[in-house]
């Protein structure tokens, strides 16, 4: 029996993962072992210990990645992005979607096929546990050793495990590791609200990788939706060579080699190099068959590449029936890799590089607000002074306590009233202030008059504000009183 025989008929699929009865079509890839799947899994491997081992790292004295959403707070390699830095975000935002834009126009679904967690942990993960509880996959996707209550048992009680051990390092970007740490070691009861969190990820990993599978790439990834825009003629996709491969059939193999050296039997040159072995569909994650065309389902993992490559080894035929191509190309016709596109991604993105960088290297470790206080504008003290009342904001983002320091800048003639001597501000934190900025009645000039205040931290490094004070258009009474009094 062939596979062709074995195989659903895809006319009989509303989606590769879907018959038309609505029923779920269950996908059990064959393993083909090839050159990209062995860098596949070289690569996975990398990816999942750079995924775990990162909320560890520091960079300084904060951590490598922490996406704190319920402080509204981002530290990404030691940099931490506040609410107040919606520039700095948006620009790096439009710079990671132009990003995605670049290189899928080069390289296609590199990134679904090869780097994705989702493709990573399920073909380099859950798949092998799988296999390990119900041996390799039989033809057409059946299962490989008869169906047993424990393995399956077994199994899910493993995945479950690692779906756990997946969430808490999912968890640990968003909350830190000293938090996890926290939360581990005290009972659920502690701290419902963190358990619930970490049970409804779990649920959820466990939920995806068990019966979601590839349907996540399938009908629920927006990035495999955008893939008919981004991608162009000239893309690298995986492609099957169909100028080679036609007209396919069973005539083609090691049985029909040629008997005398040169000479092929009519049979043979009857046919293309497809022998319609149908491994290359039975292999496929996403349960395409390549020989139709670009397919927006094609995640682009070249397994179907590895298959076929063994088939065509086999019946002695150069490898590269599937392989990685462009629309263009494997026509026949010349692609092109430079175009205009790639210019205009690549300008953009080094435009965001350049203003990003500059507004990282303009932002301080402090940021300082001076806001003018609640009620009367200025009061005339007893002494004939004015005071202006106003509202202090100090931003720490820097990792460590800061301990600030304000005062009058430039030796004018004016004071600060405040009640703490310096105000401490924890790390990445704000506090916020009153104050009353007093100077000499005469200073004021038509009601008005500036100063400078500083504010310098314990780090030796300080901060400028100006700031307008208001007064009097004329010296008061007061102070009149006291200047008649001195004459
Ligand atoms: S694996 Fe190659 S030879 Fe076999 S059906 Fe697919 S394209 Fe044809
Ligand atoms: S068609 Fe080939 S490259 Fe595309 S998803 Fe299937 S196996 Fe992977």
């Known amino acids: 029996m062939t596979a062709s025989h074995v195989l659903p008929n895809s006319s009989d699929r509303v989606l590769s993962t879907l018959n038309s009865d609505g029923s779920r079509r269950w996908l059990r890839?064959?393993?083909s072992p090839g050159r990209f799947v062995y860098a596949r899994r070289i690569l996975a491997w990398a990816l999942i210990a750079i995924f775990t081992l990162l909320p560890f790292l520091r960079v300084g004295h904060a951590p490598a990645v922490l996406l704190d959403i319920a402080k509204r707070q981002f530290t990404l390699f030691g940099k931490t992005f506040l609410p107040t830095d919606t520039v700095l975000l948006a620009v790096l935002l439009v710079g990671i979607v132009v990003t995605v834009f670049l290189i899928?126009?080069?390289?296609?679904?590199?990134?679904?096929?090869?780097?994705?967690?989702?493709t990573v942990y399920l073909e380099f993960v859950y798949r092998p546990i799988e296999r390990f509880f119900e041996g390799p996959p039989g033809r057409g996707g059946?299962?490989?050793?008869?169906?047993?209550g424990a393995?399956?048992?077994?199994?899910?009680?493993?995945?479950?495990?690692?779906?756990?051990?997946?969430?808490?390092?999912?968890?640990?970007?968003?909350?830190?590791?000293?938090?996890?740490?926290?939360?581990?070691?005290?009972?659920?009861?502690?701290?419902?609200?963190?358990?619930?969190?970490?049970?409804?990820?779990?649920?959820l990993m466990f939920f995806d990788f068990t019966w979601f599978r590839e349907q996540t790439c399938i009908v629920a990834c927006p990035y495999g939706r955008l893939q008919a825009v981004l991608l162009d003629a000239n893309s690298l996709i995986v492609s099957y060579d169909p100028k080679r491969g036609e007209p396919r059939g069973h005539g083609r193999g090691a049985h029909v080699k040629p008997i005398v050296e040169n000479v092929v039997p009519a049979e043979r040159a009857a046919k293309g190099d497809c022998i319609d072995c149908g491994l290359c569909v039975e292999t496929c994650p996403t349960g395409i068959d390549i020989r139709e065309g670009l397919r927006m389902e094609c995640i682009g993992c070249a397994q179907?590449?590895?298959?076929?490559?063994?088939?065509?080894?086999?019946?002695?035929?150069?490898?590269?029936?599937?392989?990685?191509?462009?629309?263009?190309?494997?026509?026949?016709?010349?692609?092109?890799?430079?175009?205009?596109?790639?210019?205009?991604?690549?300008?953009?993105?080094?435009?965001?590089?350049?203003?990003f960088s500059v507004l990282v290297s303009q932002a301080k470790d402090t940021d300082v607000t001076l806001l003018r206080g609640m009620g009367v504008p200025f009061t005339e003290l007893a002494n004939g002074e004015i005071a202006n009342p106003a509202r202090l904001k100090i931003t720490n983002r820097g990792h460590l306590p800061r301990s600030y320091r304000v005062e009058i800048s430039g030796g004018a003639p004016a004071r600060i009233v405040l009640d703490e001597k310096s105000v401490t501000v924890q790390p990445t934190a704000s506090v916020t202030r009153g104050?009353?900025?007093?100077?000499?009645?005469?200073?004021?000039?038509?009601?008005?008059?500036?100063?400078?205040?500083?504010?310098?931290?314990?780090?030796?490094?300080?901060?400028?504000?100006?700031?307008?004070?208001?007064?009097?258009?004329?010296?008061?009474?007061?102070?009149?009183?006291?200047?008649?009094?001195?004459?």
């Open 104 to 118: 899928t126009a080069v390289l296609g679904r590199v990134w679904c096929g090869w780097a994705c967690p989702q």
């Open 435 to 487: 104050l009353l900025i007093v100077v000499p009645a005469a200073s004021f000039v038509m009601g008005k008059h500036e100063v400078r205040l500083r504010i310098s931290d314990d780090q030796r490094s300080s901060t400028e504000v100006a700031y307008r004070l208001l007064g009097p258009y004329s010296v008061g009474p007061i102070a009149k009183e006291k200047a008649g009094a001195s004459q």
């Open 151 to 203: 393995r399956t048992a077994a199994k899910l009680l493993v995945y479950l495990l690692v779906s756990m051990g997946l969430a808490h390092t999912f968890l640990s970007y968003f909350v830190g590791v000293q938090n996890l740490r926290l939360w581990m070691t005290q009972s659920p009861v502690d701290h419902p609200t963190s358990f619930a969190i970490m049970a409804a990820t779990t649920g």
């Open 29 to 31: 890839p064959r393993l």
């Open 304 to 355: 179907c590449i590895d298959a076929c490559d063994s088939v065509m080894a086999k019946v002695d035929r150069p490898a590269g029936l599937i392989r990685y191509s462009s629309q263009l190309r494997i026509l026949g016709e010349r692609g092109r890799v430079a175009r205009p596109r790639l210019f205009v991604y690549a300008g953009v993105l080094v435009v965001i590089a350049v203003v």
């Open 142 to 148: 059946t299962l490989g050793r008869k169906a047993s």
